[in-house]
């Protein structure tokens, strides 16, 4: 196990590459199953999902394409809260079987998000692929249909997920270690 310094942290390996990348090749084989004869979309969330997105991609040998959106970091607050909008979404999804690959839900806020702005846009069917879930931390029902790994409620990095900033580009994941 190793150890590193990210800005005022320190994290431990949690996750090799290798356990990554053949748990999303099994994730693959399940999209290629059931999407067999059709024409996805995958709608990558920048930017953690860059990682996970090129390696799901790469294992699809379905007909399959790409896009990829943003969330607002802050647009105007209502009683409920941040209201986030989802940016760079030009692609015409009438009709389309849409896949959303995220790198990780968390409260799920941003799922439910993406799901509310997608569902007016008419595709023919939504589903969520996400690199990690964490359970412990959902804060509205969010079905996430091709979840790769299932954790507890710790901060992690690697693998294109940050801590402010840096740590997108290790290649294995780190848990935080709690001081
Ligand atoms: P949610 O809207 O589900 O609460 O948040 C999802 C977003 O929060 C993720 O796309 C990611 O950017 C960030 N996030 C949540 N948990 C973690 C974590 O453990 N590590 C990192 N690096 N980002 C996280």
Same mark, same amino acid.
């Given at each position: ?11 431990e ?6 356990e ?9 084989? #399940?999209?290629?199953k059931d %999407? ?6 995958? =709608?990558?969330? *920048?930017?953690?999902c860059?990682?996970?997105a090129a390696?799901?991609?790469?294992n699809?040998?379905i ?7 943003? *969330?607002s970091?802050?647009?105007g ?6 209201i986030?909008?989802?940016?760079g ?5 009438a ?7 995220? #790198?990780?839900?968390?409260t ?7 799901m ?13 692929a996400? *690199?990690?879930?964490k359970?412990?931390? =959902? ?6 249909k ?6 507890? #409620?710790?901060?992690?990095?690697? %693998?294109?997920?940050d %801590? ?15 001081d």
């Open positions: 196990m190793s150890r590193i310094k990210i800005h005022d942290k320190y994290f390996t949690s996750i090799p590459h290798e990554i990348v053949a748990a999303i090749k099994r994730v693959a084989a #399940d999209i290629n %999407y067999a004869g059709k024409r996805p979309i995958l =709608l990558g969330v *920048l930017n953690g860059f990682m996970f390696e799901l991609m790469r699809l040998e007909e399959c394409e790409i896009s990829f959106v943003k *969330l970091s802050y647009q607050t209502t009683t409920t809260g941040v986030r909008e989802v940016l979404l030009t692609e015409n999804l009709g389309r079987d849409v896949i959303i690959v995220e #790198d990780i839900v968390d799920g806020l941003t799922m439910q998000r993406m509310e702005s997608l569902g007016t846009r008419g595709p023919a069917s939504v589903q969520i996400s *690199l990690f879930v359970p412990a931390r =959902l804060q509205v029902p969010v079905d996430v091709y979840g790769v790994f299932t954790i507890p #409620d710790r901060f992690i990095v690697g %693998y294109g997920l %801590y402010d900033g840096l740590g997108r580009n290790l290649q294995d994941v780190y848990d935080v270690v709690e």
